[in-house]
DNA sequence: TTATAAATTTAGACAAATCTAAAAATTAAA
DNA sequence: TTTAATTTTTAGATTTGTCTAAATTTATAA
């Protein structure tokens, strides 16, 4: 049996691992789960007894293949949970995050799926995230970081690569919404800040929020 | 802040403690949460430290205003889920039990108010047992125990007092639903079965199966 | 390449929730 | 009303997940 603290260990790896293969710190970790170093190394001790991670002592953590599988599981749970609430319940999608930090706990695989048919298998949940389906597969995006395009070059929202709570209030007070229409006016070299329109209104952002901003081109 | 273990505590005590101010046993709670007395007894110090009850040694424990008020809200949530699995997921009311014990200690007011109303204010689980609302109230009930019918009665079934799986799966098996008719065709003296009928099928129960059917008669 | 800094692990402690075994209090019975 | 049975509590231990402080290993820089 998997505990709590266990999964959002492997939700964490999961998410400083963007090649799932590469190690992850002992340090990201502690800091990603807000804990201490020491913390982090005896629960990895823990979960590699499991089998759900694999360890080098001071070399980092990867995720096992059943390791891999949990923190999936995991996210997609995660990920469901949001778009009911925002588009059964009416949440905004800035409120949603503590929430299904509860709800991706609930086990019930039944749930999982009744759950996921309810809502018409959505593809990616309401900040634009992927949706791996039943299999651990996530869909294909087409997305690229604002920070990635060229001057002149434009595109739709799609998503966000980071759902903090105070990010997301940023993005609603410059209307940046789902959909919006996104243009980049200017590129300024000495701090990559970005000149852009949003649904033809220009703006000012910064390159730490525009390496955020999912956008799909035509 | 409350913890997980101490909501299923408060839970048990209003469950043992039909009037809710008389004092539960230690060994009563034990068997409840199949536990030993002594872990009770650790835990009812606990929660009588955060005056979540009233205890006296030796005499019992019962809940406090404000344990009260928290062991109603596990209850509203545990049966709103429910409504939620049945209607909107399509769960059978025999298969919710485990999962609405999880999805109780899902802690968003805003959630469960959302939730409440996103199932058009349900006054009754999908067992029949009532549903408090915001403030606590539980709605006036006005059925009855089968096993309190005259013979020659009948009325409709609108819930059970009990809701373990075994029970709710012989109901099944004896088309005993929400909703079927039944009447007391004959009451057995000696061990107080009956002589029923169900949507005009004859059958006969146990006293035990007929003092957890609720009966709304016309 | 050796000294220093940074990262990681170990050792020992603590709180929460549980357990077993023994002691104390209450209830029931002779 | 004294004894026996039952219930409840206490004492001490265990597991999980965390912490601080110290020791060790790895990385960096002079």
Redesign the pocket.
């Known amino acids: 049996m998997i505990?709590?603290?266990?999964e959002n260990y492997l939700k964490a790896i999961l998410k400083l691992s963007k090649n799932s293969e590469d190690s992850v710190?002992?340090?990201a970790i502690a800091e990603e789960l807000d804990?201490?170093?020491?913390?982090?190394?005896?629960?990895?001790k823990?979960i590699t007894d499991k089998q759900l991670v694999d360890y080098v002592?001071?070399r980092?953590v990867s995720l096992s293949k059943s390791g891999l599988k949990k923190a999936i599981e995991i996210v997609r749970k995660h990920r469901l949970w949001e778009v009911f609430l925002v588009t059964k319940l009416q949440f905004k999608w800035d409120e949603v995050h503590d929430i299904a930090e509860q709800l991706e706990h609930i086990k019930s695989q039944k749930l999982v799926d009744a759950l996921d048919a309810y809502l018409g298998y959505p593809q990616h949940d309401p900040h634009g995230e992927p949706i791996p389906n039943k299999d651990g597969q996530f869909p294909k995006s087409f997305s690229k970081r604002l920070s990635e395009l060229e001057k002149g070059s434009s595109g739709q929202v799609v998503g966000v690569s980071q759902d903090n709570q105070s990010f997301l209030q940023y993005l609603n007070s410059l209307n940046i919404t789902l959909g919006a229409s996104i243009s980049v006016i200017q590129k300024i070299d000495f701090d990559d800040s970005l000149e852009i329109t949003i649904n033809n209104k220009s703006a000012h952002i910064s390159n730490d929020v525009a390496r955020n901003l999912l956008i799909k081109q035509k």
Do not use: F
Not at 3 to 6: G, K, M
């Open positions: 505990t709590l603290a266990e710190s002992t340090n804990t201490k170093a020491s913390s982090v190394t005896d629960m990895i823990k002592p001071y980092g």
